[in-house]
């Protein structure tokens, strides 16, 4: 068995340890369920696209959208929650930007896709700074509604796809390993 395998198999055991504690009690009717933790191709593969596609959501969306997509969609919940952190505060403005990009390019903008600077709070009064920053995010905003969650669908089926082929890829060398070990063609 693999490294990454007994781990999975010790965390999804542990499981029910977690939801014995009091916090948690409540949640173990909808959360402690095999579909949501189990560890297949399937699941796992489903549950890295959630994740990946969660991930590009504003950050306090996150979490709970990976997880209320999890549970809807019945996949690796773990997987879903962890995937989505490669989204953090380095990555976060580069996202941004080609999600940005992307909407541009799918909304037929022929305009230089470049983000224009958002206005500079010191120079401006309150009520000026809020109206130009108003307007700047009204600029932004269509190319950034419409790119964020096509950048999040493409990621995520890029994730989906890239999964299946590595886990196939590892069953397949598993198998060939065994073979050889065996002296069996």
């Known amino acids: 068995m693999t490294w990454l395998k007994r781990k999975m198999r010790r965390f999804s055991a542990a499981r029910h340890n977690w939801f014995a504690r009091p916090g948690m009690r409540r949640l173990a009717p909808y959360l402690d369920r095999p579909a949501y933790w189990s560890f297949n191709r399937r699941k796992v593969a489903m549950g890295v696209a959630v994740g990946l596609y969660s991930g590009v959501m504003p950050g306090f969306t996150q979490k709970a959208t990976a ?9 690796n919940i773990p997987a879903a929650m962890v995937v989505s952190l490669y989204s953090n505060p380095l990555t976060v403005l580069p996202l941004y930007y080609l999600a940005y990009c992307y909407g541009r ?6 305009a230089a896709a470049t983000m224009t600077a958002p206005p500079g709070l010191l120079a401006l ?8 920053t108003l307007g700047w995010l009204i600029d932004l905003g269509w190319p ?5 969650p096509a950048l999040g669908a493409t990621l995520g089926a890029a994730g989906y796809l890239a999964t299946r082929v590595l886990w196939r890829w590892a069953v397949v060398s598993a198998w060939n390993d065994r073979k050889a070990k065996c002296g069996s063609r």
């Open 105 to 110: 390019w799918l909304l037929g903008s022929d």
């Open 144 to 148: 950034l509604l419409v790119g964020m």
């Open 125 to 132: 009064g309150p009520a000026a700074w809020a109206r130009q």
């Open 67 to 75: 997880l209320a997509l999890a549970l809807l969609l019945r996949v």
